[in-house]
Structures are given as structure tokens and as C-alpha cells.
């Protein structure tokens, strides 16, 4: 039996967030600078409640304007105060609601370029582990994110993506790039289940590469998600994978 976390980045203002929620394992929840705002956090944390879903924070760069996805020359210490602050904020709204955060995951720009910048990455552990050591990093497999939190004992999972092509260094080939996401959803699905069931992904350029899944990141921002989530629930169960929490799945 394999075992695979589902997640999938939520409370960013889509309107699919209710029906997604009871589908996956776990929810990334934005903290406001990215996308969101503080009556979203609430209505967000209140449905993963409902459905016995655990969530995390989803910490961005202050920049609505392009949804958190632009590269911005931020030093370590303005990352180490973004994802505190951002962390405080969501962590108000689980405490109001009997609940308790889970991980952390960053989001778009500072994900991306954490996944390649130790100093960066070093940054956002920092954060993590002087705001709550229990916490679990999210972050890209293979990641300079992963090395972080091994070398600072922090809790982590690997994740990988459905719809994202992989450069052969394993970072995520840039949006603007052709060819970066995959579109068709059977070819999308395959992909997982190689990622999960061997450890290895083809990427853009064409060679195999290895590649660690403790969580699968689905997107959740149209109706089209649904069917794909529904549809990789039903290939986990014909390919004896078993979906769970975060915990079981780093484990």
C-alpha cells in the first residue's frame, strides 16, 4: 500500500474552495498578503473544521497585484517577518475555531525562489520553528527548502505537482515558459502515480528524474479541478494508494 497527502491551495478568493475541501487531506490557507483577507481565512479554517480537514498557512510576498507570482529582491530578514506575521494571522483565526495549524506552505514567488536560494530557505525555517517547532514545512522535493529544514531538525514533507512540468534540475519550469503546465489530465495523472509509485517524473527537457512524494498539490481555482480531483481520488484507489494526513504521510 502506497500512501499519498492530497493538498491544495485554498482561500485565495476562488469560488470552488466548499466543494474541494472534502476531497483532499490537506488545506493551504492564504494569509492575506498574497491573496485573501481576514474574513476568508475564517470562512476557510470554518470548512476544513466541517470536514475534518487539516490545514496550514499558506504565507506569501506582500503582492496582490500579481498574486504573489513575481520575483521581489527581498533580503532573508524581510522573508524571516513575512511568514511570521503572515503565521500569527491565520494561527488567530485557528485558535477562535478549536483548531490547530499544521504546516506551512509557501506560496508562488517565495516558494520558487526559496526552492533554489538556501538563505531564503533558512529564512522561512526560522520562521517556522521560532513561531511553532511542531509545525510541518511543505515544500518542493528536492528542494533548497528540504535541505533547510533537515540541517535545522524541522519537520518536513515533499511536495510535488499534477499540472507543473519539472526542469531536470527538479525545480518547477517557470510559468512563462511554454510548456510549463500540463494540461491534459490523463497525462497529469500518470505522472502522479509514477511520481508516487517510483519516484521519478519526466521532465520538460525529457530525461527521467527523481523525485520524493509525501503530498500531491492539486489547484483548486475552477470547476474543471473538481472533475481532475475526483478523477485522481479514483486512480489512488485503483493503484492501492492510500490518501492521508500530512503526519501519516511523512511517516
Same mark, same amino acid.
Given at each position: 500500500?502506497?500512501?499519498?497527502?492530497?493538498?491544495?491551495?485554498?482561500?485565495?478568493g476562488?469560488?470552488?474552495? $466548499?466543494?474541494?475541501?472534502?476531497?483532499?487531506?490537506?488545506?493551504?490557507?492564504?494569509?492575506?498578503?498574497?491573496?485573501?483577507?481576514?474574513?476568508?481565512?475564517?470562512?476557510?479554517? *470554518?470548512?476544513? %473544521?466541517?470536514? +475534518?480537514? +487539516?490545514?496550514?498557512?499558506? /504565507?506569501?510576498?506582500?503582492?496582490?497585484?500579481?498574486?504573489?507570482?513575481?520575483?521581489?529582491? %527581498?533580503?532573508?530578514e524581510?522573508?524571516?517577518?513575512?511568514t511570521?506575521? !503572515?503565521?500569527? @494571522?491565520i #494561527? $488567530?483565526?485557528? *485558535?477562535?475555531?478549536?483548531?490547530?495549524? !499544521?504546516?506551512?506552505? /509557501?506560496?508562488?514567488a517565495m516558494?520558487?525562489? @526559496?526552492?533554489?536560494?538556501?538563505?531564503?530557505? #533558512? $529564512?522561512?525555517?526560522?520562521?517556522i520553528?521560532?513561531?511553532? +517547532?511542531?509545525l510541518i514545512?511543505?515544500?518542493?522535493?528536492?528542494? !533548497?527548502?528540504?535541505?533547510?529544514?533537515?540541517?535545522?531538525?524541522?519537520?518536513?514533507?515533499?511536495?510535488?505537482?499534477?499540472?507543473? $512540468?519539472?526542469?531536470?534540475?527538479?525545480?518547477?519550469?517557470?510559468?512563462?515558459?511554454?510548456?510549463s503546465?500540463?494540461?491534459?489530465?490523463?497525462?497529469?495523472?500518470?505522472?502522479?502515480?509514477?511520481?508516487?509509485?517510483?519516484?521519478? %517524473?519526466?521532465a520538460?527537457?525529457?530525461?527521467d528524474?527523481s523525485? &520524493?512524494?509525501?503530498?500531491?498539490?492539486?489547484?483548486?481555482?475552477?470547476?474543471?479541478?473538481?472533475k481532475?480531483v475526483e &478523477?485522481?481520488?479514483?486512480?489512488?484507489?485503483?493503484?492501492?494508494?492510500q490518501?492521508?494526513?500530512?503526519?501519516?504521510?511523512?511517516?
Open positions: 500500500m502506497y500512501k499519498i497527502n492530497l493538498n491544495s491551495d485554498l482561500g485565495e476562488a469560488a470552488f474552495d $466548499a466543494q474541494i475541501i472534502p476531497l483532499i487531506s490537506s488545506a493551504n490557507i492564504a494569509c492575506g498578503f498574497h491573496a485573501g483577507d481576514s474574513a476568508m481565512m475564517n470562512k476557510t479554517i *470554518k470548512l476544513c %473544521v466541517d470536514s +475534518s480537514v +487539516s490545514f496550514g498557512a499558506h /504565507p506569501g510576498y506582500p503582492d496582490k497585484e500579481n498574486f504573489g507570482r513575481t520575483n521581489m529582491d %527581498v533580503t532573508p524581510q522573508v524571516y517577518e513575512f511570521l506575521y !503572515q503565521l500569527g @494571522a #494561527d $488567530a483565526f485557528a *485558535k477562535a475555531n478549536g483548531a490547530k495549524l !499544521q504546516h506551512v506552505k /509557501p506560496h508562488g516558494y520558487n525562489m @526559496a526552492a533554489k536560494n538556501r538563505a531564503l530557505s #533558512d $529564512a522561512i525555517v526560522k520562521a520553528k521560532d513561531y511553532d +517547532s511542531g514545512l511543505l515544500a518542493l522535493s528536492g528542494s !533548497q527548502m528540504v535541505e533547510a529544514a533537515k540541517a535545522n531538525g524541522l519537520k518536513y514533507a515533499c511536495e510535488v505537482f499534477a499540472d507543473r $512540468a519539472y526542469e531536470a534540475d527538479g525545480t518547477l519550469r517557470a510559468r512563462s515558459l511554454e510548456g503546465m500540463i494540461t491534459d489530465e490523463n497525462e497529469a495523472i500518470a505522472r502522479v502515480l509514477r511520481m508516487v509509485k517510483e519516484g521519478k %517524473v519526466k520538460y527537457t525529457g530525461e528524474i523525485i &520524493e512524494a509525501h503530498s500531491v498539490c492539486v489547484h483548486g481555482d475552477g470547476e474543471k479541478a473538481l481532475f &478523477e485522481l481520488r479514483k486512480a489512488f484507489e485503483q493503484n492501492n494508494i490518501i492521508v494526513d500530512l503526519e501519516e504521510a511523512i511517516k
